[in-house]
């Protein structure tokens, strides 16, 4: 397998001239998304100021220093249009932000194996809200496409079409577990098998939760039982184990004894 995982700060954006948003494909993209949404921000760390300033770490720099939740670092360099960034999309932010509300303040803390059900955070129209966290992740999931350009093998229309039609992206899955202590977005990783299988995948923490983001190329890998997509249904989820930081040591044999998926025989 080869790991293609982009370097998302170094990758040039396409084309000289605005670029049109990739959603829509028809306004100017001119509105920066964040990288990990700023009401997650806003809920786990507080509000940074001049005298308060959180710091900020990537690949190239540590310990940059935030002094604004809209600082340009927060935000993906790679922009949709305002439109889709704040009307078209909001029901998507609403969802995940009840859901990532509702998991991090939870009564009895999650418990590692324990299942949820989509049913207690969203009682109405469950389906429709999970559907719409599914989303959430596909705009982000999106964004990063566009980062990493070519090198990244997986076609960005299924995406867009998604969103624009408040379809689902058949091959993005979500695992939902409890993390312990970081905020931020991985890196986009991916594989490719020499026959052309592509499995990419990404992780979103949020200081007590985690959601593992998967693209599973239909037909070449079949997801995990643990991973969740719209039309697996059933809206319960099971609570998976991201506690990678306490946990370092276990980290090889957790990830060895719960795949993500397995490649398919016929593609193997
Ligand atoms: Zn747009």
Request: hydrophobic share 35%; net charge positive.
């Amino acid at each position: 397998m080869i790991n293609t995982s982009p370097d998302m700060n170094t990758v040039p954006t396409q084309g000289a001239t605005t670029p049109l948003c990739w959603i829509c494909n028809q306004n100017p993209a001119n509105s920066g998304e964040h990288k990990t949404k700023r009401s997650d921000l806003l809920a786990v760390l507080g509000k940074p100021s001049q005298q308060e300033p959180f710091f900020y770490s990537d690949l190239h720099k540590l310990n940059q220093p935030v002094k604004s939740l809209d600082a340009q670092i927060l935000k993906a360099p790679i922009r949709i249009c305002a439109y889709c960034n704040n009307t078209r999309t909001q029901p998507h932010d609403r969802a995940w932000e009840h859901l990532s509300d509702c998991l991090r303040n939870r009564s009895q803390p999650l418990k590692i194996g324990s299942f949820v059900r989509g049913n207690r955070p969203f009682p109405d129209y469950t389906r429709r809200e999970m559907a719409n966290v599914h989303r959430f992740f596909l705009k982000i999931f999106g964004c990063m496409l566009c980062e990493a350009g070519a090198r990244v093998p997986i076609p960005i229309a299924a995406f867009s079409k998604a969103i624009m039609t408040s379809g689902v992206h058949p091959e993005v899955h979500l695992q939902f577990g409890k993390s312990d202590g970081k905020v931020g977005r991985s890196n986009l990783h991916c594989w490719t098998t020499q026959n052309g299988s592509v499995l990419a995948g990404w992780l979103y923490e949020l200081d007590t939760i985690a959601v593992s983001v998967m693209y599973a190329q239909r037909g070449k890998w079949t997801p995990s039982p643990n991973n969740w997509h719209p039309h697996k249904g059933t809206n319960r989820f099971k609570i998976m184990d991201f506690c990678y930081q306490s946990q370092q040591t276990r980290t090889a044999s957790a990830t060895a004894a719960n795949p993500l998926v397995t490649q398919s025989p016929a593609s193997s």
